[in-house]
């Protein structure tokens, strides 16, 4: 309602100025009546075009403007070439004169704007990879900053693009630094000690924001906004913020997800060493642990408790939280594959 009102006020004061103007038209029968109608038109055509430049692309924009300059150019030749010099300049000339350069003017855009989408610009081809590459961005959640396997993994190399720091996680990871608990007091530091890793490391590229979204009052949140912004992808190791920022069809960078994959595979009847260092949850069950810290249940292994034994691999399960590795007793291996088979 607003933009509609401020748009009929456009409209009168360009009539009112017309009509004030009047008497540039003397040479024109009605000068008064002339100069209210040409700026009201004129105010109605340039509503019109900001219309309609806010959904064409730039490439149609152009070539129309340019259209309508050879068309403004041509009508000009035509008619100091022939009109003046023919006829005499009197009130029909110039409306004559006019007209024609309403009608070339009209012609030329016309054309311009239906054939703009076939030009193709060098400067359009330029632009591109410039702009996706300024698209490339990594953003960090808390969660991924503490782990403090990031560093790790973009000193590698294979992180690459720029990564984005909002001050929102940065507050937040301050929040947990100044914390009365111990523990979390502790994590936090961490993750101070990571960004200043990260900040040091050579070819890295790390950009803090200062950016937030005062509606919004969850930090996972926050950071989907912010990728919904920026294109960019999420940093995680967060299981549910995964799951939310896919559904929102973002792209998610999981630490742990990358960890798994990573993980050596292990087949059904394959032998290894491992020390039983726990109970397992079922009677007679032990529980070791590999050096990528993948769980190993071993079947009446409970006996072993603190020692190092050979088992065979029955199975393995992947699950959200990482590989679960099923053996029993090496000797055993064959006929518990053959039960389970």
Not at 152 to 160: A, I, K, Q, Y
Not at 296 to 317: C, F, M
């Amino acid at each position: 309602m607003y933009t509609y009102f401020l748009r009929v006020l456009l409209v009168l004061f360009s009539a009112l100025f017309g009509y004030l103007a009047g008497p540039v038209f003397a040479f024109l029968p009605y000068p008064s009546i002339f100069g209210t109608t040409f700026g009201a038109v004129l105010a109605i055509l340039v509503i019109t075009a900001i219309t309609w430049s806010k959904r064409t692309s730039l490439r149609v924009i152009v070539a129309g403007t340019l259209g309508l300059l050879v068309g403004i150019i041509a009508a000009n030749i035509v008619s100091y070439t022939l009109i003046f010099k023919i006829l005499a300049l009197d009130s029909n000339t110039i409306a004559l004169y006019i007209l024609i350069n309403i009608l070339f003017g009209y012609t030329g855009a016309g054309i311009g704007i239906k054939k703009g989408e076939d030009i193709t610009f060098t400067l359009f081809r330029r632009a591109a990879p410039e702009k996706e590459k300024e698209q490339d961005y990594k953003i960090l959640d808390t969660s991924v900053i503490i782990d403090g396997r990031i560093a790790d993994l973009c000193e590698t190399g294979f992180v690459e693009g720029t990564i984005l720091l909002p001050q929102f996680v940065l507050r937040e990871l301050q929040h947990i630094a100044d914390s009365s608990d111990p523990i979390k007091r502790t994590r936090g530091r961490r993750g101070l000690d990571i960004l200043n890793k990260l900040q040091k490391q050579v070819g890295i590229d790390v950009e803090v924001i200062d950016v937030d979204f005062p509606k919004i009052k969850e930090v996972d949140d926050k950071l989907i906004a912010l990728a919904q912004k920026n294109k960019g992808k999420i940093l995680t190791n967060d299981f549910n913020l995964n799951k939310v920022a896919e559904l929102q069809g973002l792209t998610v960078l999981n630490i742990n997800q990358l960890a798994n994959s990573l993980k050596p595979v292990v087949l059904p009847g394959e032998v290894m060493n491992v020390r039983v260092l726990k109970e397992g949850k079922e009677e007679g069950q032990g529980v070791a642990y590999l050096d990528d810290g993948t769980m190993v249940v071993v079947d009446n292994a409970k006996q072993y408790l603190g020692r190092n034994i050979d088992v065979s691999v029955t199975s393995v399960l992947q699950t959200t939280a990482g590989r679960m590795i099923f053996t029993v007793l090496k000797g055993e291996g064959a006929d518990k594959i053959s039960e389970r088979n």
